[in-house]
């Protein structure tokens, strides 16, 4: 990449970051993410997971034994990326890096669960009786980065 290239590149990322009411609309609508943890060989381990915003930090739960949950109890290091559109024209999302904090306590497991309105209540029901072998993985971004394709209007 010429260095003229980089320097038309950085107004780009800035012209098609989310302003801070866009992320928040877009991470109350958009509810599933990709989280990346890192496996003991150093590989990365990627699943979907639900998950809701509040006072700046993301919430999800686990069950204690998931491979995610060990590899965070090693290292606590993770990605999280939330995206949508099809074309390139259409993508908007947000990726995350950050520290992931691993909860126990049944009581914040269970406000955790109960948060996610969208589960059926007969659902919900049966996943807070669950609580006890889950865990609450709070993550506390560090780096945030978003961008919505379609601020650039079809060009590239």
């Not at 012209?15 to 991470?27: S, V």
Request: positive net charge; charged residues 30%; aromatic residues 8%.
């Amino acid at each position: 990449m010429a260095v003229d290239d980089r320097v038309a590149a950085v107004p780009r990322r800035r012209q098609i970051r989310f302003t801070r009411d866009e992320q928040d609309a877009f991470l109350r609508e958009n509810t599933k993410c990709a989280l990346a943890t890192v496996d003991k060989e150093g590989f990365p381990h990627v699943v979907a997971m639900g998950f809701y915003v509040e006072d700046g930090a993301f919430y999800m739960t686990s069950y204690a034994k998931a491979q995610k949950v060990v590899n965070i109890r090693r290292n606590p290091k993770i990605g999280l990326m939330v995206e949508t559109g099809n074309g390139y024209a259409e993508l908007r999302g947000v990726m995350v890096r950050g520290a992931c904090e691993i909860i126990d306590d049944v009581d914040v497991v269970r406000q955790v669960m109960n948060h996610r309105r969208n589960a059926p209540e007969s659902g919900r029901r049966g996943a807070l009786d669950r609580a006890r072998k889950r865990v609450v993985l709070k993550i506390t971004p560090h780096k945030i980065t978003s961008w919505d394709h379609r601020k650039l209007g079809g060009g590239y």
